[in-house]
């Protein structure tokens, strides 16, 4: 007995689901574009809060709140986007219905649209996608659905709809610019702090210069600012060590000096309570006093 066919099966199951139907197709794209210019409306009125709130934030300085809250904001936006594209697909679909009652695959021209919405009825909480993406299942068949839902080669899904639709956070400049123009629409004088542009600092990699040792060029050719800064901070005390060495070295001189001074015209009993020795084996400063002034006299009666 011969085996029966995987794709002959699968097509049992798709034929005992319902065929496709062309007026509830119809209605469900229909369903569609009402409920995404509702939600699209109620998105806007959230929006366009968060707006003031950041507005709000910037206006007292809180740019930490600020930053937090335009990464939501642009979240919302990029959902609304998403649903512009629905809602043109959807209409470029109703327009085009004739044709994919005709054809049994899908159309070249109506490949992005359909695929697009695949794409988002698996990604977005949007009412009547999933009952459209039934829909097109009866028609294309399971293989179209994975091709789109799995972002194929061929599936055709807009690069646009994959992004606006992607997890990512969004980047440092993409929240910056937002701000900017929020600022600049309630006419506040805002900039960003210099600490939200690390990530820009970082990617920019300069060699240092002794000579202009400004915030921008703190990088070696090794890429170790750390390793400049402190040898420059070695350098600068071993620098300041000699300099202190040879003043001391001038201040004892100079001391050596004033004693000497001191001994020729001051009285004996003077030195010999200035200059006591310590150890108890050697002599006195009396002692060699009075030999050094002996040596003196006898130098001068010679």
Partial sequence: MSTIPATFISRLKELSRGNFNLQKCKMSVMLVITHIKRL??????????????????????????????VEHLIKEEEFITVC??????????????????MNKNCPLDLKEAISGIIFASQRCDIPGLSDLRHHFLLKYGQE?????????????????MVKKLSQNTPETKTKIRVLNSIANDHGINWEP?????????????????????????????????????????????????????KEEEVDVDQKKTIDVDRRISSPRQEKSENYKHVHPKLPNADTFYSYFDFLRSDSVSK
Wanted: aromatic content about 6%; proline content about 3%; some cysteine.
């Fill in 84 to 101: 512009d594209l629905i809602c043109l697909y959807c209409h470029f679909i109703v327009a085009r219905l004739q044709i994919m009652k």
């Fill in 144 to 160: 179209f659905l994975t091709s789109a839902i799995e972002l194929r080669p061929s599936s055709g899904v807009n690069p646009l």
């Fill in 193 to 245: 702090q210099s600490s939200y542009n690390d990530e820009e600092h970082c990617q920019n990699t300069k060699i240092w210069d002794p000579k202009h040792p400004t915030s921008s060029n703190l990088q070696t050719q090794n890429g170790s600012v750390d390793g400049s800064i402190t040898t420059m901070a070695s350098n600068d005390d071993e620098s300041t060590s000699s300099h202190e060495e």
């Fill in 40 to 69: 699209k409306n109620k998105k806007c009125i959230e929006a366009n809060q968060m707006k003031e709130e950041i507005a709000h934030f910037l206006r007292k300085s809180q740019d930490e709140m600020a930053f937090i809250q």
